[in-house]
């Protein structure tokens, strides 16, 4: 194409603040040694192809692009996204709000820049899915590999009448960074599969109050990492989430060693960390798994659940998952019954949920139970250093353990005002080899064991310390139902208890020993 389409515009101010012939195709070093005019451009090295030192710079104004908010700017942008790939340039939007009325296609090497004050503004309609997206892989029969869309602009719709995903990415080696999606509805703000892929401080926001608007959706690929993104929205917030529809594109992949680290966020009606293997609409199974993959260091907020871990609807497994240093308020939920931490399965589907580690996580301010496990098929859970907070809701209960096998608590803390039961463990399906460790159960009311082992063959409470609450004298430590067999109750501390007797053991096989102030 020609690269000077029009030879008479004057001088027009470009984003590094100097002028330059509006005809004029700009190449840039990617690492700027000379000029402080354009210090304002962040250093672009990853944005160039490999082994090269340089990357050409095309301007959307230069491809008939507008940028006033009026005209219809798609066919500009595109054009400038396939020049830029065809040459391995970069697309440069200046500031300027590009108005766009239908999806903006990208193919494999796509790289855009949107500058400082630079809008890409959806101004059309659509249902949700990948194919309808704003920005979307051209082809998702085929991968679209080392697409990169960087900031500091932003990419959202007029308003949120304006539904749809935004940005729907197949590929390789991806990569958004410095970026903002503001205003969205109907849609995820981001869905991606492929390997390797990077989001770096994405801040995601504008989102409707609605459930299907959620942030950063991962639906198959291997070793994504998004780092220090902040997302608020609607629905989930952080996600590994295949595409359960077998009608939908992408549908079924698995995901395997992905990762968020530093994220924050809100969901204003749902979650704000998720694995989940599940229908959202159709018929047929899934086989999909999601493997090694963790959060760490996110700290966010939710409304109708903070945790969810789910496998319901695929024969695959959610196994190696963890979550490190992580936090999420549940102040804004309402009181219901429900549970800001649920890790649970489906008993038709044959898949599973296995080794699971929760360290130094915690639900705080939580208004409803904190923890749920539900089976069949859940082994290896570990909550290490968590904390369960009393719920300030109806809730008579912290955390309830039903149908798993192998779980493990350690060096955490159960704190039980206002007379509610702390941990409780298969009162509808057995817990095998549940070993509470070296924890703290703190405000005990009165009628209320600590540990209250409904079904629980084989358990383990050792190491823990029991404090009743002020004013009460009947608060117990352990209770062991008929249905839990050979019980070890060990090395505990239960002077905090002034009730007689401290454990109340109405199973056969149960040892109790070395025990202080038993």
């Not at 924050?264 to 979650?271: I, N, P, Y």
């Not at 290896?380 to 904390?387: A, K, P, R, S, V």
């Not at 463990?425 to 703190?442: D, M, W, Y």
């Amino acid at each position: 194409m020609n690269d000077r389409p029009d030879m008479h515009r004057p001088p027009v101010e470009d984003s590094t603040g100097g002028n330059r012939p509006a005809t004029r195709l700009v190449s840039r070093r990617t690492v700027v040694v000379a000029g402080a005019g354009l210090a304002a451009l962040p250093a672009l090295d990853w944005l160039s192809p490999a082994g090269s030192t340089a990357a050409t710079t095309l301007d959307v104004r230069d491809f008939g692009a507008t940028g006033n908010g009026t005209t219809d700017d798609t066919a500009a942008v595109q054009r400038l996204i396939d020049e830029a790939a065809r040459r391995g340039a970069i697309g440069l939007l200046p500031a300027g709000t590009y108005r766009c009325t239908g999806s903006l296609l990208l193919p494999g090497g796509a790289q855009l820049q949107l500058a400082s004050g630079a809008r890409l503004l959806k101004d059309w309609a659509a249902s949700p899915g990948l194919a309808n997206a704003f920005l979307r892989t051209r082809d998702f029969a085929a991968r679209s590999d080392g697409v990169r869309i960087t900031g500091p602009g932003t990419i959202g719709a007029r308003d949120h009448s304006r539904t749809g995903v935004i940005v729907a990415l197949y590929g390789n080696d991806v990569r958004l960074s410095d970026l903002t999606i503001d205003t969205y509805a109907g849609g995820q703000a981001v869905m991606y599969a492929g390997d390797r892929g990077r989001m770096d401080r994405v801040r995601i926001r504008g989102s409707a109050a609605a459930t299907g608007t959620g942030g950063i959706r991962v639906v198959g690929g291997a070793d994504f990492l998004a780092t220090s993104c902040d997302v608020q929205s609607g629905d989930d917030c952080l996600q590994f989430a295949p595409i359960g529809d077998p009608r939908a594109l992408l549908f079924d992949m698995s995901i395997t060693r992905g990762s968020y680290v530093g994220c924050t966020g809100t969901s204003t009606v749902s979650r704000f960390m998720v694995a989940l293997l599940e229908w959202t609409s159709g018929e047929g199974g899934m086989s999909a798994s999601v493997t090694d993959c963790s959060f760490s260091d996110c700290r966010g907020s939710g409304t109708n659940r903070g945790i969810v871990v789910k496998n319901s609807h695929s024969s695959g497994t959610i196994q190696r998952l963890r979550f490190t240093d992580c936090s999420v308020d549940m102040s804004r939920a309402a009181n219901a019954d429900t549970q800001e931490i649920r890790i649970q399965t489906d008993a038709t589907a044959g898949g599973s949920v296995r080794d699971v580690t929760f360290t130094r996580t915690s639900v705080t301010r939580p208004v409803n139970s904190t923890l749920r496990v539900l089976g069949p098929r859940i082994s290896g859970l570990t909550f290490d250093t968590c904390t369960f907070a009393a719920p300030s809701g109806s809730a008579n209960v912290l955390a309830v353990v039903d149908q798993a096998d192998r779980v493990r608590i350690v060096g955490s803390s159960f704190a039980g005002t206002g007379g509610r039961r702390l941990l409780v463990a298969g009162p509808i399906a057995p817990v095998t080899a549940l070993s509470v460790e070296n924890c703290r159960f703190t405000d005990i009311g009165n009628a209320v064991w600590g540990v209250d082992l409904v079904g629980a063959p084989g358990a383990r409470v050792a190491g823990s310390t029991f404090r009743q609450a002020a004013g009460t004298t009947t608060a117990r430590a352990v209770r062991v139902s008929p249905a839990s067999s050979a019980v070890v109750i060990e090395g505990n501390d239960l002077t905090g208890l002034t009730s007689t007797p401290k454990i109340t053991d109405n199973a056969t096989g149960t040892v109790v020993r070395n025990n202080r102030g038993g």
